[in-house]
Protein backbone atom coordinates (compact mmCIF):
# COMPACT_ATOMS: atom_id res chain seq x y z
CA UNK A 1 0.00 0.00 0.00
CA UNK A 2 0.96 3.58 -0.72
CA UNK A 3 -0.59 6.84 0.08
CA UNK A 4 1.95 9.83 -1.75
CA UNK A 5 1.89 13.49 -1.67
CA UNK A 6 2.81 15.77 -3.93
CA UNK A 7 3.18 19.75 -2.38
CA UNK A 8 2.17 20.00 1.17
CA UNK A 9 -1.59 18.95 1.69
CA UNK A 10 -1.14 20.19 5.35
CA UNK A 11 -0.96 24.21 3.74
CA UNK A 12 -1.84 23.72 0.13
CA UNK A 13 -5.33 26.03 -0.68
CA UNK A 14 -6.01 23.58 -3.40
CA UNK A 15 -5.63 19.43 -2.59
CA UNK A 16 -6.67 16.69 -4.79
CA UNK A 17 -6.75 13.05 -3.93
CA UNK A 18 -6.78 10.46 -6.76
CA UNK A 19 -8.20 7.08 -5.80
CA UNK A 20 -6.86 4.20 -8.68
CA UNK A 21 -8.79 1.27 -9.87
CA UNK A 22 -9.01 -2.26 -11.09
CA UNK A 23 -5.82 -3.94 -11.22
CA UNK A 24 -3.82 -1.92 -9.16
CA UNK A 25 -0.86 -3.34 -7.31
CA UNK A 26 1.73 -1.98 -5.53
CA UNK A 27 4.59 -3.58 -7.58
CA UNK A 28 3.59 -1.08 -10.98
CA UNK A 29 1.94 1.78 -8.97
CA UNK A 30 4.30 4.05 -10.91
CA UNK A 31 1.38 4.99 -13.53
CA UNK A 32 -1.14 5.75 -10.74
CA UNK A 33 1.99 7.95 -8.81
CA UNK A 34 2.66 9.85 -12.55
CA UNK A 35 -1.43 10.57 -12.93
CA UNK A 36 -0.84 11.87 -9.21
CA UNK A 37 2.13 14.16 -10.54
CA UNK A 38 0.28 15.07 -13.76
CA UNK A 39 -2.56 16.24 -12.26
CA UNK A 40 -0.48 18.61 -9.39
CA UNK A 41 1.00 20.07 -11.80
CA UNK A 42 -1.63 20.77 -14.47
CA UNK A 43 -3.61 22.20 -11.18
CA UNK A 44 -0.94 24.55 -10.69
CA UNK A 45 -1.11 26.07 -13.83
CA UNK A 46 -4.81 27.60 -13.08
CA UNK A 47 -4.27 27.84 -9.45
CA UNK A 48 -3.44 31.75 -10.00
CA UNK A 49 -0.99 31.96 -7.64
CA UNK A 50 -2.13 29.96 -4.96
CA UNK A 51 -0.66 26.99 -3.44
CA UNK A 52 -1.51 22.97 -4.98
CA UNK A 53 -1.01 19.70 -3.71
CA UNK A 54 -1.70 16.24 -5.28
CA UNK A 55 -2.32 12.44 -3.38
CA UNK A 56 -2.14 9.28 -4.46
CA UNK A 57 -4.24 7.18 -1.99
CA UNK A 58 -3.64 3.43 -2.26
CA UNK A 59 -4.24 1.93 0.55
CA UNK A 60 -6.62 -0.42 -0.29
CA UNK A 61 -7.00 -3.92 -2.09
CA UNK A 62 -8.39 -3.32 -5.25
CA UNK A 63 -9.64 -6.46 -7.24
CA UNK A 64 -7.32 -7.68 -9.91
CA UNK A 65 -8.41 -7.91 -13.90
CA UNK A 66 -7.96 -11.94 -13.87
CA UNK A 67 -9.27 -13.91 -17.20
CA UNK A 68 -11.88 -16.14 -16.55
CA UNK A 69 -11.06 -19.70 -16.09
CA UNK A 70 -7.25 -18.66 -15.42
CA UNK A 71 -5.67 -19.98 -12.38
CA UNK A 72 -6.40 -17.49 -9.80
CA UNK A 73 -9.06 -16.43 -11.81
CA UNK A 74 -13.09 -17.21 -11.41
CA UNK A 75 -15.97 -16.94 -14.16
CA UNK A 76 -16.35 -13.42 -13.43
CA UNK A 77 -13.41 -10.26 -13.25
CA UNK A 78 -13.22 -9.38 -9.75
CA UNK A 79 -14.10 -5.75 -10.71
CA UNK A 80 -17.34 -7.11 -11.13
CA UNK A 81 -18.11 -7.37 -7.23
CA UNK A 82 -18.62 -4.57 -4.96
CA UNK A 83 -16.77 -6.75 -2.19
CA UNK A 84 -13.31 -4.65 -2.45
CA UNK A 85 -15.17 -1.44 -2.33
CA UNK A 86 -17.23 -2.19 0.13
CA UNK A 87 -14.04 -3.41 2.73
CA UNK A 88 -11.70 -0.85 1.92
CA UNK A 89 -14.68 2.65 1.84
CA UNK A 90 -14.62 3.05 5.53
CA UNK A 91 -10.66 3.49 4.98
CA UNK A 92 -10.99 5.96 2.65
CA UNK A 93 -13.66 7.85 4.99
CA UNK A 94 -10.97 7.35 7.93
CA UNK A 95 -8.15 9.08 6.17
CA UNK A 96 -10.41 11.45 4.55
CA UNK A 97 -10.99 12.54 8.47
CA UNK A 98 -7.40 12.44 9.22
CA UNK A 99 -6.18 14.33 6.70
CA UNK A 100 -8.80 17.20 7.58
CA UNK A 101 -7.99 17.16 11.43
CA UNK A 102 -4.20 17.35 10.07
CA UNK A 103 -5.05 20.46 8.12
CA UNK A 104 -7.26 22.00 10.90
CA UNK A 105 -3.96 21.19 13.31
CA UNK A 106 -1.61 23.50 11.14
CA UNK A 107 -3.73 25.84 10.13
CA UNK A 108 -4.59 27.44 13.10
CA UNK A 109 -7.63 29.69 11.92
CA UNK A 110 -9.66 27.18 10.95
CA UNK A 111 -9.26 27.13 7.18
CA UNK A 112 -9.29 23.78 6.06
CA UNK A 113 -8.58 24.44 2.10
CA UNK A 114 -10.36 23.25 -0.73
CA UNK A 115 -10.34 19.13 -1.58
CA UNK A 116 -11.05 17.53 -4.43
CA UNK A 117 -11.54 13.33 -4.28
CA UNK A 118 -10.89 11.75 -7.82
CA UNK A 119 -11.43 8.14 -8.64
CA UNK A 120 -10.77 5.92 -11.63
CA UNK A 121 -13.10 3.27 -12.41
CA UNK A 122 -13.63 0.91 -9.42
CA UNK A 123 -12.01 3.34 -7.19
CA UNK A 124 -15.17 5.59 -7.87
CA UNK A 125 -16.99 2.11 -6.66
CA UNK A 126 -14.56 2.79 -3.72
CA UNK A 127 -15.76 6.44 -3.35
CA UNK A 128 -19.06 5.58 -3.34
CA UNK A 129 -19.00 2.96 -0.30
CA UNK A 130 -16.66 5.24 1.42
CA UNK A 131 -19.70 7.60 1.40
CA UNK A 132 -22.36 4.96 2.15
CA UNK A 133 -20.22 3.56 5.09
CA UNK A 134 -20.75 7.19 6.88
CA UNK A 135 -23.89 8.65 8.69
CA UNK A 136 -24.79 11.71 6.92
CA UNK A 137 -25.65 14.43 6.46
CA UNK A 138 -23.70 15.54 9.67
CA UNK A 139 -20.96 12.84 8.35
CA UNK A 140 -20.80 13.35 4.63
CA UNK A 141 -17.31 13.00 2.94
CA UNK A 142 -14.95 15.63 4.27
CA UNK A 143 -14.85 16.93 0.32
CA UNK A 144 -15.48 19.73 -1.20
CA UNK A 145 -15.80 17.91 -5.05
CA UNK A 146 -15.68 14.55 -6.27
CA UNK A 147 -15.00 13.61 -9.77
CA UNK A 148 -16.35 10.04 -11.47
CA UNK A 149 -13.24 9.14 -13.44
CA UNK A 150 -14.32 6.07 -16.12
CA UNK A 151 -16.91 4.82 -13.19
CA UNK A 152 -19.15 1.14 -13.52
CA UNK A 153 -21.20 2.61 -10.53
CA UNK A 154 -20.88 4.38 -7.38
CA UNK A 155 -22.96 2.56 -5.33
CA UNK A 156 -25.90 4.77 -4.89
CA UNK A 157 -29.00 5.99 -8.26
CA UNK A 158 -28.16 10.38 -7.52
CA UNK A 159 -25.28 12.31 -6.25
CA UNK A 160 -27.03 13.20 -3.61
CA UNK A 161 -27.45 9.70 -1.99
CA UNK A 162 -23.65 10.29 -1.09
CA UNK A 163 -24.40 13.49 0.72
CA UNK A 164 -22.49 15.09 -2.64
CA UNK A 165 -24.13 18.73 -3.06
CA UNK A 166 -25.61 19.77 -6.25
CA UNK A 167 -22.76 21.64 -8.83
CA UNK A 168 -20.31 19.27 -6.79
CA UNK A 169 -20.66 16.12 -8.18
CA UNK A 170 -18.20 16.19 -11.70
CA UNK A 171 -17.90 12.98 -13.99
CA UNK A 172 -15.83 11.85 -17.35
CA UNK A 173 -16.18 9.64 -19.62
CA UNK A 174 -13.88 8.02 -22.69
CA UNK A 175 -13.81 6.12 -25.72
CA UNK A 176 -12.37 3.04 -26.49
CA UNK A 177 -12.50 0.40 -23.77
CA UNK A 178 -13.68 2.64 -21.60
CA UNK A 179 -17.88 2.63 -22.65
CA UNK A 180 -17.16 -1.38 -22.08
CA UNK A 181 -16.23 -0.69 -18.21
CA UNK A 182 -19.44 1.95 -17.85
CA UNK A 183 -21.71 -0.58 -20.01
CA UNK A 184 -20.63 -3.37 -17.96
CA UNK A 185 -20.24 -2.11 -14.69
CA UNK A 186 -24.09 -0.36 -15.35
CA UNK A 187 -25.19 -3.86 -16.75
CA UNK A 188 -23.60 -6.73 -15.49
CA UNK A 189 -22.17 -5.71 -12.55
CA UNK A 190 -24.84 -3.36 -11.26
CA UNK A 191 -22.26 -1.26 -9.53
CA UNK A 192 -24.93 1.57 -9.63
CA UNK A 193 -28.00 1.58 -7.93
CA UNK A 194 -30.95 1.04 -10.24
CA UNK A 195 -28.81 0.74 -12.94
CA UNK A 196 -27.44 4.27 -12.91
CA UNK A 197 -24.16 5.61 -12.94
CA UNK A 198 -22.22 9.11 -12.98
CA UNK A 199 -22.17 9.42 -16.39
CA UNK A 200 -26.19 8.78 -16.91
CA UNK A 201 -27.55 12.48 -16.53
CA UNK A 202 -30.26 11.68 -13.83
CA UNK A 203 -27.08 10.75 -11.56
CA UNK A 204 -26.77 14.09 -10.91
CA UNK A 205 -22.99 14.85 -12.06
CA UNK A 206 -22.18 17.67 -14.30
CA UNK A 207 -20.49 15.78 -17.24
CA UNK A 208 -17.39 17.52 -18.47
CA UNK A 209 -15.90 16.92 -21.93
CA UNK A 210 -13.46 14.39 -22.67
CA UNK A 211 -11.09 13.34 -25.52
CA UNK A 212 -9.74 10.53 -23.99
CA UNK A 213 -9.49 7.78 -25.84
CA UNK A 214 -9.74 4.98 -23.71
CA UNK A 215 -9.98 3.59 -20.31
CA UNK A 216 -6.39 4.91 -19.35
CA UNK A 217 -6.18 8.16 -21.78
CA UNK A 218 -7.66 10.91 -19.16
CA UNK A 219 -4.49 12.13 -17.70
CA UNK A 220 -2.67 12.11 -20.86
CA UNK A 221 -0.48 15.67 -21.13
CA UNK A 222 -2.61 18.51 -23.09
CA UNK A 223 -5.65 16.83 -23.00
CA UNK A 224 -9.41 18.37 -22.12
CA UNK A 225 -10.15 15.47 -19.82
CA UNK A 226 -6.61 16.02 -18.09
CA UNK A 227 -7.25 20.10 -18.01
CA UNK A 228 -10.93 19.84 -16.87
CA UNK A 229 -10.11 17.90 -13.71
CA UNK A 230 -7.00 20.20 -12.51
CA UNK A 231 -9.86 23.15 -13.17
CA UNK A 232 -12.02 21.20 -10.82
CA UNK A 233 -8.71 20.80 -8.11
CA UNK A 234 -7.84 24.89 -8.97
CA UNK A 235 -11.45 26.12 -8.09
CA UNK A 236 -12.28 27.23 -11.24
CA UNK A 237 -15.71 26.11 -11.74
CA UNK A 238 -16.57 28.67 -14.56
CA UNK A 239 -13.62 27.44 -16.98
CA UNK A 240 -14.45 23.66 -16.99
CA UNK A 241 -15.83 22.81 -20.32
CA UNK A 242 -19.15 20.77 -20.25
CA UNK A 243 -20.95 18.08 -22.56
Not at 20 to 43: C, F, Q, V, Y
Amino acid sequence: KVILANGNPDTADHTGIYVPGTGTLLKDIGGDLGRGETLWHESDRYAQGQKVATITWFDYDAPLQAKPFEKGGGLFPEAMFDRYAEKGGPGLSHYLDGNLEARRSVSGNGDLGHITLTGHSYGTTLIGDAAKSRIWPEGALPVDDVIAVGSPGMQAKHAADLGIPQGHMWAEKGGGNDAGVRIGGKYLAGLGDDWTIPTDPEFGASIMESDAEDHGAFWDEGSTSLRNQALVIAGQYDKVTLE
